[in-house]
């Protein structure tokens, strides 16, 4: 197995501190990514998922705290190590970015053996409690069933929808894991879009391979649920080569091993909520998501089974 090669993110305005940063840590194998604003460094975090941000208070656009505060409404990035570099009295300064869960604070000029000793901290502290998927950086197992179990015991409406993706495995073996993996991300990042402008408290989670998790008010689940199941689908004809696409299905081995064709891939939703029942347990959502889910995917193309049942 390749070594993993780490992923680091230095948001700074002044091009030399920047380039003696990122020389620092290239020189050591890290994998740099480089933005010279808080607007870009935003961006560059929600896309490339760093493992650990270094970032320059003062700068334009965005300042360094501004920047963390939008990168942190994200799942798929609350879990990033951030280093606040900062000329400013430590103490203001700290008092300024409380809120913000910022790992770390270095006064400039910092020395860049420091700089990569604490980066290196971070990475192992991470590794070692975070539980979130390596592919999409979303929360694993543990989170989501604490994520459940705390709207069970609020007792407010909420929604679980449990998603995964139909004939992905039929993908995967055709177009191989390179590309399997570049469906999961965008699946991953499609749904966390769309769930979060329906929902901005909503959690979404990454059980494994192509299963998702997305934890909601319940008012919002059967919109975030349409739309999709509608952006899936006109997404999903860009994963295949042309001919592929043109055809409309996929020739291959089934369990059997007999050649049989099967459909481009599609998306299976199902969405449990507590506003017809009373939910009380995170294995009771599981069982009836189960049953859903099943219902889903015995359907054509994508769908969303929404749980229409009450207490008896």
Same mark, same amino acid.
């Given at each position: 197995?390749?070594?993993?090669?780490?992923?680091?993110?230095?948001?700074?305005?002044?091009?030399?501190?920047?380039?003696?940063?990122?020389?620092?840590?290239?020189?050591?194998?890290?994998?740099?990514?480089?933005?010279?604003?808080?607007?870009?460094?935003?961006?560059?975090?929600?896309?490339?998922?760093?493992?650990?941000?270094?970032?320059?208070?003062?700068?334009?656009?965005?300042?360094?705290?501004?920047?963390?505060?939008?990168?942190?409404?994200?799942?798929?990035?609350?879990?990033?190590?951030?280093?606040?570099?900062?000329?400013?009295?430590?103490?203001?300064?700290?008092?300024?970015?409380?809120?913000?869960?910022?790992?770390?604070?270095?006064?400039?000029?910092?020395?860049?053996?420091?700089?990569?000793?604490?980066?290196?901290?971070?990475?192992?502290?991470?590794?070692?409690?975070?539980?979130?998927?390596?592919?999409?950086?979303?929360?694993?197992?543990?989170?989501?069933?604490?994520?459940?179990?705390?709207?069970?015991?609020?007792?407010?409406?909420?929604?679980?929808?449990?998603?995964?993706?139909?004939?992905?495995?039929?993908?995967?073996?055709?177009?191989?894991?390179?590309?399997?993996?570049?469906?999961?991300?965008?699946?991953?990042?499609?749904?966390?879009?769309?769930?979060?402008?329906?929902?901005?408290?909503?959690?979404?989670?990454?059980?494994?391979?192509?299963?998702?998790?997305?934890?909601c008010k319940a008012e919002a689940a059967p919109e975030i649920a349409k739309q999709?199941?509608?952006?899936?689908?006109?997404? =999903?004809?860009?994963?295949?080569?042309? +001919?592929?696409?043109? #055809? /409309?299905?996929?020739? !291959?081995? %089934? @369990?059997? &091993? *007999?050649?049989?064709?099967?459909?481009?891939?599609?998306?299976?939703?199902?969405?449990?909520?507590?506003?017809?029942?009373?939910?009380?347990?995170?294995?009771?959502?599981?069982?009836? =998501?189960?049953?859903?889910?099943?219902? +889903?995917?015995?359907? #054509? /193309?994508?769908?969303? !089974?929404? %749980? @229409?049942? &009450? *207490?008896?």
């Amino acid at each position: 197995m390749a070594e993993m090669k780490f992923k680091i993110l230095i948001a700074e305005d002044n091009q030399i501190i920047r380039d003696s940063i990122a020389e620092a840590f290239l020189s050591r194998g890290y994998e740099v990514l480089t933005s010279p604003n808080g607007k870009m460094a935003v961006h560059t975090a929600l896309n490339y998922h760093p493992d650990v941000i270094i970032m320059d208070y003062h700068m334009p656009v965005l300042n360094g705290f501004e920047a963390v505060a939008e990168i942190r409404k994200y799942p798929s990035c609350s879990n990033i190590p951030i280093i606040i570099l900062t000329s400013d009295g430590e103490k203001d300064t700290k008092l300024e970015g409380l809120s913000l869960d910022i790992d770390e604070y270095l006064t400039k000029p910092a020395d860049e053996d420091e700089i990569v000793a604490r980066v290196q901290l971070l990475i192992k502290r991470s590794m070692q409690k975070i539980d979130s998927n390596p592919l999409t950086k979303l929360p694993g197992n543990p989170s989501i069933q604490a994520r459940i179990e705390k709207e069970i015991a609020s007792k407010k409406p909420f929604a679980v929808m449990y998603m995964d993706l139909n004939n992905f495995k039929v993908y995967n073996d055709v177009y191989g894991f390179k590309e399997g993996d570049n469906v999961i991300k965008k699946t991953a990042k499609l749904i966390e879009d769309i769930s979060l402008n329906y929902d901005f408290s909503s959690f979404l989670g990454h059980i494994g391979g192509d299963d998702f998790i997305c934890v909601c008010k319940a008012e919002a689940a059967p919109e975030i649920a349409k739309q999709i199941v509608r952006e899936f689908d006109q997404m =999903a004809p860009t994963f295949y080569n042309d +001919a592929d696409r043109e #055809k /409309g299905f996929l020739s !291959a081995k %089934d @369990r059997s &091993g *007999d050649i049989k064709d099967f459909a481009l891939l599609s998306i299976a939703i199902a969405v449990v909520h507590n506003t017809n029942r009373v939910l009380s347990s995170y294995g009771q959502i599981s069982a009836i =998501a189960s049953e859903l889910k099943h219902y +889903a995917k015995s359907q #054509k /193309g994508s769908f969303a !089974a929404i %749980d @229409r049942r &009450g *207490d008896n």
